[in-house]
């Protein structure tokens, strides 16, 4: 399964730069509400990196696939209820 998901993560990784994501993100003011105005693609990339981020500053170079899914459902969650915060502020809420 772990290896499946880190497939997909390479597949997602060069769908998106096919995209050409040329506009520069700042991370740490992006809000939920820019977040999922976002094409698919990009929200991937976005997600992909909170995730590399939240990671490297726990530093575990691990990651569990479906502790990964989870995680994500309840941040989108937070987000749908509080479009206005940040997404590092909700990454932060939900103890990540």
């Given at each position: 399964m772990k290896r499946l998901f880190s497939i997909a993560l390479a597949v997602a990784g060069i769908a998106m730069a096919g995209q050409g994501l040329a506009k520069?993100?700042?991370?740490?003011?992006?809000?939920?509400?820019?977040?999922?105005?976002?094409?698919?693609?990009?929200?991937?990339?976005?997600?992909?990196?909170?995730?590399?981020?939240?990671?490297?500053?726990?530093?575990?170079?691990?990651?569990?696939?479906?502790?990964?899914?989870?995680?994500a459902e309840k941040i989108v969650a937070h987000c749908k209820s509080n479009p206005s915060t940040t997404l590092t502020d909700a990454v932060q809420a939900m103890g990540h």
């Open positions: 520069e993100i700042d991370m740490s003011k992006i809000t939920c509400k820019e977040v999922s105005e976002m094409p698919a693609a990009r929200t991937l990339g976005v997600a992909m990196w909170m995730s590399g981020y939240a990671h490297g500053k726990a530093n575990n170079p691990m990651v569990d696939s479906e502790k990964a899914h989870a995680n």
